[in-house]
Structures are given as structure tokens and as C-alpha cells.
């Protein structure tokens, strides 16, 4: 008897040691999202089932065997995550087993490519004995509404084998919102921090609109039953189509959402605009990136018009009694535009995001204003017929392939301020003949300049490149001169790894 005694003792002692682990571990998510290391981008996922219509935290996922692995694509890498072991459920038992996933950090570079549009990619999701995933396909997290920190809360939802999850179930947490993607409002619909695919989880049976409002019907598929009908404020309410409000009980207002709200919230002629909402002023649509009092920041996320040539971006822009800054070209904003030929930018412009004029075909001419610090990754890829481009001395970052295939540009003068220019930042620009890089730049990421074989003259003013990589001047021209600071030649025909170096 004590005996039997003491070994409850032990296995109770064990199970609190597990409890307090693992509350350790997976409790606090939310607060160390908001302490989280800025320098670095961090990946958790975590699991929650869904049994017979309700949620319930599956703490323990319990096991005979070993749980396959997490496998997941960040950027270029792919990246495999094994499950930790935390516990044994009973000493006398040691084949079921608990296992937990930890953080994982993808990169320490947060603006390199998280912040600039990378996505995560969920390849393969294990489940634990006696559940499955619910939902299907491989999804991609990014940086937005579900993910706006560098801190990736991912979790996973769980349902029992042989049940469904019931999205019209308030505790089901399906939620349906109105995203910008290419300067168009497109329905994106959520299983807690998981987007979920249209044609294997759900299928929207309804979509109508009636003055501001958008009513959005979507039906469950595969792991998923039930249906669920969602109100949202529209960007540019047309008139009315006729359609009565839905009656559904289980329809659901998302005006607080900031994602959702895209002309903001209020009643009678007070309208309150909040970070997240979008709208559209002139030709331009923006989304608000900052509001204090009667003022704030917005970010370039689309034209209303996608025939336009010129872009040319204004300081501020007013809505609803509120003033804005113009201080960001959002990622994607200008994507495939084949009609932009001309851009100019503003003053009080910070950032262009990444791919956000990404083959934008027809473009020749760019004058980037003073004040623009980073350009971001593969923002004008592919533009083929940019001859014209104008940097700031304000600029400090060029980021990975943002010109790669401009072949039409001939003559390139990095600005001084620059102290970074990224993997294949000018790769493929079959044109260009001549290269000046300024005393302030630092570092020269592999294949900056590769594949050039026009370009014969490279001046190098700078006495201080700590690093250079593999190929940055690879397949230039084979008569190329690369001038640099007298006490360097030495040290930079080592670094850069090419010949023809001199003073």
C-alpha cells in the first residue's frame, strides 16, 4: 500500500514538474510577443483541438512513437523543427510520451526578410495520436494582421480523427476579413492564426454588396462543416445590389478588426479612423500605419486606377478630418503593373517595401527624394526598361536583388550614405558599363554586381568593406578596372577576389 502510495507521489510530483514546464513554455506567448528580441525573427507553434463544436488547449500531446517533425520554408531555406521531448506520462509507461515544439529563430536580421515580405510556409505538420490537422494544403504566414510583431505565434488547430470543426460556432474562432493584395480587397479567411485554402477548407457561398457593406457567406469543406456569414465595411461602397441584410444569427460585425475596417467606424458623422484601416485618396489607396490625436502615418498599398503612368506619391494626404504623412511604398503595392513609366517620390517617403514595383515592364524613369532610407528587396526586379534612376544621399540600404535585371540601366552612382548593398542587388543589368561606390559602404553581399559583362569601370571610394560576397563583381567584363583607395589594393584584391585592382 505504500508502495503504491509512494509511486502516485512520484507520478504526481512529475506531472506538476510537466505542468509548470510547459506553462513555462506555452502560456506567456503573448507576452513575450511584446518583449520579443527586435533583431531577430522567431518561430512557435503550438497545438489546440477542437472537440464536438468546442475548443479545449491540448497541453499534452501524447504519443507511442516519436512525432514526426515540424517542416517549414522561410525565404529560400527550408527549415525542420523536431519535437522535444517534456515529459514521460507514467514512469512504468515510458513508450507514450509528451513532446512540446520550441522557438525556433529564423533570422537576426529582422529588415531583411520577414519585415520585407517573406512568408513562412507550413510543408509538413505533424499531429499527435488520435487527431489530425484540420486544415489542408501547405499555408503561408506573413507579416500583417495575424502576425505583426517578428515574434511568429503560430497555432496549429487539432481536431479529434473522425470530427469536424463547425465554423458557425462563436467558439470555433473562424474568422473571414477584406486584405489588400495588389491594391484589391480580397476575402481571407482564418482558423485562429492559420489561413485557411478556398476549394479544400471552405467555399464561399455568398458574396454581396449593399452600400458600405460587404456580406460574405463561407461553408465548411473537409475538416470543416457548418457555414458562417460575415459583415464587413467596404473601401469604395458602389451602389446598392439590392440584398437585404443576412438575418443569420451567427453573422459576425469585424468593425473593430483593424484589417477590416477600411473607411474606420462611428456613428452619425463622426467617423473614427484607426492603424490597420484602409481608404482611398485621389488615384491612391493607403493603409495607416500610425495615429495619434488628429494625425498620423500611412503607407502606398495600391492605385484606383491601374492604367496610370506617372506615380507620383504627395506628402500628405486628408481623410475624415484626419491629416497623414506619406512615409512608406507598402510591399507588393505596384506589383506586375505593366502601365507605370514614370515615379517620383515625396519628401517625407521612408521606405519602399519589398517587390513593390516588382516588373513593373513599362517603367523608364525613377527619382527617389531625400529622405527614402531603405530600399527594400527585389523593389524594382525585373523592370527591364529603367534607364533613368535618381537615388538620395539619405539611402543606407539597398536591399537584395532590389534592381536585379534592370538591363537597361547604364550608369550607376551609389549614393554616399549607403553602407549596404544586397545579394544580386544589381545582378543582370546587362547595360550597365560604369559603377561608383561611395567612402560610407560597408558591405557588398554575394552577386551585387554578377553577370554584368558591359561594365568595364568600377570606382571604389571606400577604405572601409568589412565584407564582400562570393562573386559580387562575378562575370563582369574581363577588361574591367576596379579602382580603389591606394592602402587598399592589396587587402580588396584578396577581399573582392578579382585581378584587375588598382589605385
Not at 458602389?238 to 468593425?255: I, L, M, R, V, Y
Not at 473593430?256 to 467606424?265: E, P
Not at 484626419?322 to 511604398?329: D, E, G, L
Amino acid at each position: 500500500m505504500k508502495r503504491k502510495e509512494k509511486r502516485n507521489s512520484i507520478n504526481g510530483m512529475v506531472l506538476g514538474l510537466a505542468l509548470l514546464i510547459l506553462g513555462m513554455c506555452m502560456l506567456p506567448a503573448k507576452v513575450r510577443a511584446d518583449q520579443a528580441d527586435l533583431s531577430v525573427v522567431s518561430f512557435i507553434p503550438w497545438f489546440k483541438a477542437w472537440e464536438d463544436g468546442s475548443s479545449e488547449m491540448v497541453n499534452y500531446l501524447g504519443t507511442a512513437g516519436e512525432l514526426k517533425p515540424f517542416i517549414i520554408q522561410y525565404g529560400t531555406k527550408t527549415i525542420t523543427l523536431p519535437a522535444q521531448e517534456v515529459h514521460l506520462r507514467d514512469p512504468d509507461h515510458p513508450n507514450f510520451k509528451y513532446y512540446l515544439f520550441r522557438m525556433e529563430t529564423l533570422e537576426e536580421n529582422v529588415n531583411s526578410q520577414w519585415m520585407n515580405g517573406a512568408t513562412i510556409k507550413l510543408v509538413s505538420v505533424p499531429a499527435p495520436d488520435g487527431y489530425v490537422v484540420c486544415f489542408s494544403g501547405q499555408p503561408e504566414l506573413k507579416i500583417g494582421r495575424k502576425y505583426d510583431s517578428n515574434y511568429v505565434d503560430c497555432m496549429i488547430p487539432l481536431v479529434k480523427e473522425g470530427q469536424k470543426v463547425d465554423i458557425s460556432s462563436n467558439s470555433s474562432f473562424i474568422s473571414c476579413v477584406l486584405e489588400e493584395e495588389n491594391g484589391q480587397d480580397v476575402i481571407c479567411v482564418y482558423h485562429n492564426t492559420i489561413p485557411l485554402t478556398e476549394g479544400a477548407d471552405y467555399k464561399i457561398t455568398k458574396d454581396t454588396t449593399s452600400g458600405f457593406y460587404r456580406y460574405v457567406t463561407i461553408t465548411g469543406m473537409g475538416n470543416y462543416t457548418g457555414s458562417k456569414t460575415t459583415q464587413m465595411i467596404v473601401s469604395n461602397p458602389g451602389p446598392s445590389d439590392g440584398t437585404q441584410n443576412p438575418s443569420d444569427q451567427n453573422s459576425d460585425s469585424n468593425q473593430n478588426d483593424n484589417s477590416n475596417s477600411n473607411t474606420g467606424s462611428g456613428t452619425g458623422n463622426t467617423v473614427t479612423l484607426k492603424k490597420g484601416d484602409t481608404f482611398y485618396s485621389g488615384n491612391y489607396r493607403y493603409r495607416i500605419t500610425k495615429v495619434s490625436g488628429k494625425k498620423g502615418n500611412v503607407t502606398v498599398i495600391g492605385l484606383k486606377n491601374k492604367k496610370t503612368s506617372t506615380v507620383s506619391l504627395p506628402n500628405t494626404v486628408k481623410k475624415n478630418g484626419y491629416t497623414f504623412t506619406v512615409t512608406a511604398v507598402g510591399t507588393k503595392a505596384f506589383k506586375n503593373n505593366t502601365y507605370i513609366k514614370k515615379v517620383t517620390t515625396n519628401k517625407a517617403l521612408r521606405t519602399i517595401g519589398a517587390e513593390a514595383f516588382y516588373k513593373c515592364t513599362s517603367l523608364t524613369s525613377v527619382k527617389i527624394s531625400s529622405g527614402v532610407t531603405t530600399i527594400g528587396k527585389k523593389a524594382f526586379y525585373g523592370c527591364k526598361k529603367l534607364k533613368t534612376l535618381s537615388l538620395p544621399n539619405t539611402l543606407t540600404t539597398i536591399g537584395d536583388d532590389a534592381f536585379y535585371l534592370c538591363a537597361s540601366i547604364r550608369t550607376l552612382s551609389i549614393p554616399k550614405g549607403v553602407k549596404t548593398i544586397g545579394k544580386a542587388a544589381f545582378a543582370r543589368c546587362t547595360s550597365l558599363t560604369k559603377v561608383t561606390i561611395p567612402t560610407t559602404v560597408r558591405t557588398i553581399k554575394s552577386k551585387a554586381f554578377y553577370g554584368n559583362k558591359k561594365l568595364k569601370t568600377v570606382r571604389i571610394y571606400s577604405a572601409v568593406i568589412k565584407t564582400a560576397g562570393s562573386k559580387c563583381f562575378g562575370g563582369i567584363s574581363s577588361k574591367a578596372v576596379i579602382k580603389v583607395p591606394a592602402k587598399k589594393v592589396t587587402a580588396y584584391k584578396k577581399l573582392l577576389k578579382v585581378k584587375n585592382v588598382r589605385k
